[in-house]
């Protein structure tokens, strides 16, 4: 019995320390979580559910849902949330579209230069969004580069309206993120055996087809990830919409923003929150299931 | 600088003009000689650390902490605050309306003039029992002389026949929706009757800018060739060249008032109070005039001439000089900006 008791006790030692080594190593990220992230998503949250005075500019302690029905009965702030929606699930698309082939070469190349071209397409990333988006306004303005170039060159008799309109901040987002479908497309192709493409070249698989039934299969953690993550950055953009957009276009985080300071409306600016968060979620989750679907269909 | 020669210094020279504004204080108060101003970035800022900080203040030894954005999050801020024993502003920079409101919202400390000698000159309009105006300009057209004529007001201006001529300040929609119910036979109470003309004049192409410099770019590339500003702002573009000239309306003329209200948990009320005696200073409210174009709100400011001529305004004019119902604003704010979003923007 000693024996067995001396033999388990290391065993349990062991265990305890190890219980206290994990503790020790998750605790601060947890304490940070829940502090700057759960704490203040709480207090918001309860904000939501109180009542405002439009007249004082007052919020009065109550529990309603007032503030969500409005939300969803005003077709103003439903129809911002379709544009929202609208607008990032076509900038993820253009993403995945203009970045698959570019992570594919980078992801395949043999080049020496390959760390500069990873590196050049992380460069945009260094630039904070709203410094990049003074970038755009300079270029999209009514005698901004294109504008004037077009003019120059006797393409247009009339500038083009690109400044304060979807069109700019389309464009602006998809450059915003762009790298970061690339980065995640990248990461993945790199790990696919180039053997698996040549097996299926050498089967006879046209390359439309190796892309199809190979490479895109196996691509698909990083599409998702890609996807979500660029999703995620175009539903919550801020910068880029309100410096792009002007005054006629809304998305989801201007109008948050407008609720809390311009009305001084927390609770009405703290269910809109919810609301871009739990549609993300929702959207977010679908996407994963229909593609979780999509890889075991096959 | 120690603070034992601060306050032997202080001893020394007490009842002297310069440090008037801190006697009487408790000694912890004198200790603490760092102002915490909110106010608005860019040219406002620098011209308060030219006119106001560096000749006035810094000589007494105090150090002026700058928390520099748009009115709205200074707003939110002073909200957010509102439960703390201790704030983190000794005073903040606001529109007259904006102050109203923030009195209103009870986090602004009522004001005891007797604790700044400078504001024996106050005009009398200019003194809130919550805040104190520090400069002032009317709403008047502006207009380039190269593309149009001189309108005769509001109504000539915000009309739809400008078409796309016409520029809109989105960050101006209080005043816009004034100026269009003047126009539309509304009163200073009563901007209803402007909406529709507001609509027509959206339909018939008129552009809306996100902000002031944004709308002054437009006339300055004359996208545009009219709209509605503050005088003080029509004198400023002309310094930077942008061809422009106003007219102060036939409907009269709203005023604009910016001044300043201590958070009722300013830190600092010392200095608060000290601040706000320099910013009465006629040497301070001069050098606004010259730099900022803005009218003094002491009566012992000496302005020159030409400058008074162009940032002033006429006898004939002032008389038609309103001010405006901050109550009434106040109470529709929401309102108003709700319509503004969705009916005219929208």
Known sequence: ?298 | MSKGFMINRRTALGGVAAVAAGTGFPAYAQDNKRIVVGTWGGDYSRLLAKNIETPLLAPGGWDVIKDEANAPPRRAKMMAEKALRRGTSDIQGLSANDMFEVNEQGTVEQLDYSKMPNAANLIAAMKYPYGIGHIYSGKVVLFNPKLMSAPAGFADTLDPKRGEKLGIIDIQYQYTMLAAGLAAGGSMSNFEPGKERLIACKKAGARIYPSNEAFAQALKTEEIACGIMWKARAVQWQNAGINVETVAPKEGVPMYVSGFVMPKNAPNKAGAYAYLDAMMAPSAQEGFAVDMGYNPTVANAKVPDDVQKRIGFTDEEKKRLVDLDYGYMAKNDTAFQDWWNKSFKG
């Open chain 1, 1 to 298: 019995m000693t024996d067995t008791a001396l033999a388990h006790g290391p065993v349990v030692e062991k265990r305890r320390g190890d219980g206290l080594t994990a503790a020790a190593l998750i605790t601060p990220a947890t304490i940070f979580v829940a502090l700057c992230l759960l704490a203040p998503l709480a207090i918001l949250f309860r904000y939501s559910l109180n009542d405002f005075i439009p007249a004082k500019k007052m919020m009065v302690e109550a529990v309603t849902a007032a503030n969500y029905i409005k939300f969803f009965t005003d077709p103003y702030y439903t129809s911002i949330l379709l544009t929202t929606v609208r607008i990032a699930v076509l900038v993820t698309l253009v993403c995945l579209i203009l970045g698959f082939p570019l992570a594919y070469v980078v992801a395949r190349t043999q080049s020496r230069w390959k760390h500069l071209l990873i590196i050049s397409i992380v460069l945009p990333l260094f630039v904070g969004n709203s410094v990049r988006a003074a970038g755009w306004m300079v270029v999209f303005g009514n005698k901004g580069f294109v504008n004037a170039s077009l003019l120059g060159l006797g393409l247009i008799d009339k500038p083009l309206e690109i400044m304060f309109t979807e069109k700019a901040v389309i464009i602006g987002i998809i450059a915003v993120n762009l790298p970061f479908m690339v980065l995640s497309l990248q990461s993945v192709i790199e790990g696919i055996d180039r053997a698996v493409e040549e097996a299926a070249f050498s089967l006879g698989a046209p390359p439309v087809t190796m892309f199809r039934r190979v490479l895109w299969p196996l691509a698909l953690p990083g599409i998702l990830a890609g996807t979500i993550l660029t999703f995620i950055l175009a539903m919550n953009a801020y910068a880029t919409p309100f410096l792009l957009g002007g005054p006629l276009f809304k998305m989801m985080a201007p109008l948050i923003y407008n609720e809390f300071t311009q009305k001084t409306n927390w609770p009405f600016g703290g269910a809109i929150a919810f609301i871009l968060m739990t549609v993300t979620l929702l959207l977010t989750v679908a996407a994963n299931l229909l593609f979780q679907r999509a890889r075991h269909g096959r």
